[in-house]
Structure formats: structure tokens, C-alpha cells
């Protein structure tokens, strides 16, 4: 069945490969589309959760009125704009348009012209469309925070830059696999920015959502994951961190709760936490999981095992996702009233919410390579380390098509992530002794 190029579509769609954008983030990318289709007439741009709502629900009615009016059709600076998007990045969005069936006929050439189209068009559908209430969601200030990015994400583009993305042919659902470097892409890699990224979300990580950040709160999250680690639960801290990180800033997948947040209750789960994503009017439960080795293929193969040994993979009946989360951890951590909200908008319908629970997986591994890293420039050495990480997504993508299809995975959607480091096993460990301590 052909998709919808409704505006979250186009947005995932053009989200990795923007010219001129910073990071990756859904935000961003919204924020340069109005810029470049209004050619820098939109004032004032929105706030940023508005850009976010427009990133998951939809662009709204008001907005695409006010970028018809003044979008000039004749000299289309949207075209323009995509026209500066990369050769390689055109072709890879080509292909995307013909698999959803959105343009079976398209090529590399014509994509420009084509996006600026369907932009527009969405802007005309949207504009002429009645006046309709939206779904109702929780907007008083008590229900605000469940809904909204826990992740302090502010300084992502400063510690990563985005390789490349693709998706895994096997899945059938939506999904994306990325592969990241820390800058400057030199090694051996400098830690230093990912130690303060890491630093600023490990009160948001450990921590249940809507709790005031303080000196005191963080403290309790430093000391809470300091007896996480002790207990022999989790085989590799910082890798449950940066997926809990790049699930919100990445994909805007919403942290319900983790499984070091839960610790204190003497309660425990499967997967390292429950997220929850709304995509294009639907809503996913998404399991994280991670790991970290020095050896890319064994840390693809032991995430895999670890997520078989999930009870929703292990039960010889289906388990609705819905199922999969623990009420009594929702109350526990929400109270009565926000986790009635977040069970309500998790009650099974037809259009809703997705059946089959979801995977978020960051997979942290030792680079190598055998290209000469030392006998060049700077930017020689970027370029080589650039091409060595896009051979590992390739290998990624293959081996993580071979065992989904093993498992008959194919229907749920999976959100990858890959970050090389100098050596993933020990320089992680190190990292967090000296975030934490031990």
C-alpha cells in the first residue's frame, strides 16, 4: 500500500540530508523548510515545541495559509534548495519515494522539483481543510510534561555528526538506521563534549519525568546509577544512556520510564527502558537495548539475543504492546491521574496505537580500519574516517536484515544508532567511573 506524503512524511523524508543543517533534529528540519519555502519571509518562526508538534502531528492549518501567501510558485525556492542537497542523498531519497510508492518513476533528477511539489501541496491540502478540533491531548500544566522531550539535547550537534542514514530493507514498518562519529573525527577520538552531554541527562535519565531538576536531585540520579551498575543489571551504562539520548533527540521517542529509574522500587524490566513515539497520527511503543563491543558484528549479534530473551518475543502468543507496560511502575512513578492519561492514550484502536511493540537500539563498537589515518591532512583523515563508518553501516544494514527476517521481526519498526569509539569496551567504562564514579 502506497504512503501518504502527508508533512510528517516529507520530514522524516528530507530530515537527514538538509544542506545547511546544524544537527539531524526533527526541529531543525522544520524550522529550515518554512525558512527556505517562504524564502525567509516567515516571521516570527514558531517556538520550538511548536516546530516539534509540526515534526510529529503535522504542520497546522494557520501556518500552511500563511507560507502559501508567500511562497512564490514561478521562482520555487524550495526547488533550489533541494537541488543543493548531495547526489548520493538524492538518489537514497528517490529510492525511498519509489519503495513507499509515492512516486514510482521518480529519479535522482527529479527529486527536487518533486519535493517542493509535494510540500507545497501538503501546505495547500492542510490550508484548505475545515476548521477541525484535533485529537485532544493533555495540555494542562500537571499532564504537560509527558508529552514533551526529557532529554537536554541542546549541545547534540557539537558532540556528534551524523555519517549517514539509511533503513533495513527486512522491516517492513517504518524505521532508519544511523550511523554517527564524535567530533572533530580524528583519533583517537576526544570524549570530552560526549562526557558533558552525558553528564547534563543522567538526572533526566534516572530520574522519573516531571521531577524539578536540582543539586539534590542530581546527586540522588548519580548515587542511584552508581548501585545500578553494582547490581549486575545492566553490562554496559553508557551504552543504555545514549539510546535513551538519541530515541528522544533523534526519533522524539518519549521516555516513560528506565530501567535504572525503577531500581529504587526494587522493580525491574526486560529492555533498559519504555519509550513512546507518536508517528504520523500513530502512537509506538519502542523498547530500548544496547550494546557495546569491540566487534561490530558481536555487538549486533548480542543486542539481538538480548532483545529475543524480551518476553513479548519469548510468549507463544501475541503480547499487544499495550501489555508490555507495567501500570503499577506507571502509577509508581506518574501518580494516579498521569498514568490514567498515558494508559488512555495508550487503549487500543484500530488507527492509534501500533500493536506490535517497536526496538530502539544504540550500538556502540571499536573502529578499525585499513586506511592510512596518519599519512594525510586533517580533512583527508575526516573523509577516511567518514568512508570507514559508512562500510560499517553497510555491514550493519546486512546482518541486521539476515537475523530480523530469522526472528520474523519484520513488523515492527526499529530505530538504530551506531557510534564507533577508539575502544568501545574499555574507553565506555572509563567514561562513566569517572561521570559516576564506582
Keep these: 500500500m502506497a504512503k501518504e506524503a502527508n508533512f510528517t512524511y516529507l520530514i522524516d523524508l528530507v530530515n537527514p540530508y538538509l544542506p545547511d543543517a546544524a544537527d539531524t533534529s526533527k526541529e531543525e528540519t522544520v524550522s529550515l523548510i518554512i525558512e527556505h519555502a517562504s524564502d525567509n519571509q516567515y516571521s516570527p518562526m514558531p517556538a520550538s515545541s511548536t516546530l516539534n508538534t509540526y515534526a510529529t502531528d503535522g504542520i497546522s492549518r494557520s501556518a500552511s495559509k500563511k507560507l502559501l501567501n508567500l511562497i512564490n510558485k514561478e521562482t520555487s525556492s524550495l526547488e533550489e534548495y533541494f537541488n543543493k542537497i548531495g547526489a548520493d542523498q538524492l538518489t537514497l531519497i528517490a529510492k525511498k519515494l519509489k519503495k513507499d510508492g509515492i512516486s514510482p518513476d521518480v529519479y535522482r533528477g527529479k527529486v527536487p522539483a518533486l519535493?517542493?511539489?509535494?510540500?507545497?501541496?501538503?501546505?495547500?491540502k492542510v490550508a484548505s481543510r475545515k476548521n477541525r478540533r484535533k485529537q485532544k491531548i493533555p495540555t494542562k500544566s500537571e499532564d504537560k510534561d509527558i508529552f514533551t522531550k526529557t532529554v537536554s539535547d541542546e549541545t547534540f550537534s557539537t558532540v556528534f555528526r551524523q555519517v549517514n542514514a539509511s533503513e533495513i530493507d527486512a522491516v517492513k514498518n517504518r524505521n532508519s538506521i544511523h550511523a554517527f562519529v564524535l567530533k572533530p573525527e580524528l583519533l583517537p577520538f576526544s570524549y570530552t563534549n560526549l562526557k558533558n552531554l552525558v553528564t547534563?541527562?543522567?538526572?533526566s535519565y534516572a530520574i522519573a519525568r516531571g521531577v524539578s531538576k536540582t543539586d539534590v536531585v542530581g546527586l540522588q540520579a548519580a548515587n542511584l546509577l552508581r548501585k545500578y551498575a553494582?547490581?549486575?543489571?545492566?553490562?554496559?551504562?553508557?551504552?543504555?544512556?545514549?539510546?535513551?539520548i538519541f530515541l528522544e533527540h533523534e526519533d522524539n521517542a518519549l521516555k516513560l520510564y528506565t530501567r535504572a529509574e525503577i531500581l529504587k522500587f526494587k522493580r525491574t524490566i526486560d529492555s533498559e527502558g519504555i519509550y513512546l513515539k507518536r508517528d504520523q497520527g500513530k502512537n509506538?511503543?519502542?523498547?530500548?537495548?544496547?550494546?557495546?563491543?569491540?566487534?561490530?558484528?558481536?555487538?549486533?549479534?548480542?543486542?539481538?539475543?538480548?532483545?529475543?530473551t524480551f518476553d513479548n518475543n519469548r510468549s507463544n502468543e501475541m503480547v499487544l504492546a499495550t501489555d508490555i507496560v507495567d501500570r503499577s511502575i506507571l502509577r509508581t512513578q506518574f501518580g494516579e491521574d498521569k498514568s490514567n492519561t498515558i494508559i488512555k492514550l495508550m487503549a487500543p484502536t484500530e488507527t492509534d496505537f501500533e500493536d506490535i511493540a517497536s526496538y530502539g537500539i544504540f550500538i556502540g563498537y571499536k573502529f578499525r580500519t585499513q586506511l592510512d589515518l596518519?599519512?594525510?591532512?586533517q580533512e583527508e583523515a575526516k573523509q577516511k574516517c567518514r568512508q570507514a563508518i559508512n562500510c560499517d553501516l553497510e555491514q550493519a544494514i546486512r546482518q541486521l536484515n539476515i537475523v530480523i527476517q530469522q526472528h520474523h521481526w519484520q513488523k515492527s519498526s526499529f530505530y538504530v544508532y551506531?557510534?564507533?569509539?577508539?575502544?568501545a569496551e574499555e574507553d565506555t567504562h572509563a567514561i562513566m567511573k569517572d561521570l559516576i564514579g564506582e
Excluded: R, W
Aim: net charge negative.
Design 230 to 244: 553494582k547490581s549486575g543489571i545492566p553490562n554496559n551504562l553508557l551504552g543504555e544512556l545514549l539510546a535513551y
Design 418 to 423: 551506531l557510534l564507533p569509539f577508539t575502544n
Design 115 to 124: 519535493l517542493a511539489n509535494l510540500f507545497t501541496e501538503e501546505f495547500e
Design 200 to 203: 547534563s541527562n543522567i538526572t
Design 284 to 308: 509506538q511503543l519502542i523498547l530500548g537495548a544496547s550494546q557495546l563491543n569491540n566487534n561490530l558484528e558481536d555487538a549486533i549479534n548480542n543486542v539481538v539475543k538480548k532483545i529475543a
Design 374 to 377: 596518519d599519512d594525510c591532512t
